[in-house]
């Protein structure tokens, strides 16, 4: 089993920064990819950025040039900073974990969210 607690949200202006963590503990050996998804309420939670064991990283459109994510194998972490954020970004960000084995999902886990509010 792997466990997956965030931190890092809060509420910023527009134009601001934060930096979300992630940790993940118990099996992390298993884990291949881990990325960052958020949701607001009456929509559906989307990718923000994933990043793989490897270090391969992919970004939603929107976050683009703005956000970074980043992966430390080592302190069994990942990290989602945030720039130049927008009113937009205002969400529920959600860490993920994942095992992947022959092109199948094995398993998919959550953290239980961290807020990010953008308001002047």
């Known amino acids: 089993q792997v466990q997956l607690v965030e931190s890092g949200g809060g509420s910023v202006q527009p134009g601001g920064s934060l930096r979300l963590s992630c940790a993940a503990s118990?099996?992390?050996?298993?884990?291949?990819?881990m990325g960052w998804y958020r949701q607001v309420p009456g929509k559906q939670r989307e990718l923000v950025a994933t990043i793989t064991s490897g270090g391969s990283t992919n970004y939603a459109d929107s976050v683009k040039g703005r956000f970074t994510i980043s992966r430390d194998n080592a302190q069994n972490m990942v990290y989602l900073q945030m720039n130049s954020l927008k009113a937009e970004d205002t969400a529920v960000y959600y860490c993920n974990a994942e095992r992947v084995v022959a092109g199948v999902l094995v398993w998919n886990k959550w953290g239980q969210g961290t807020l990010v509010t953008v308001s002047s």
């Open positions: 118990g099996s992390i050996f298993s884990i291949n990819t």
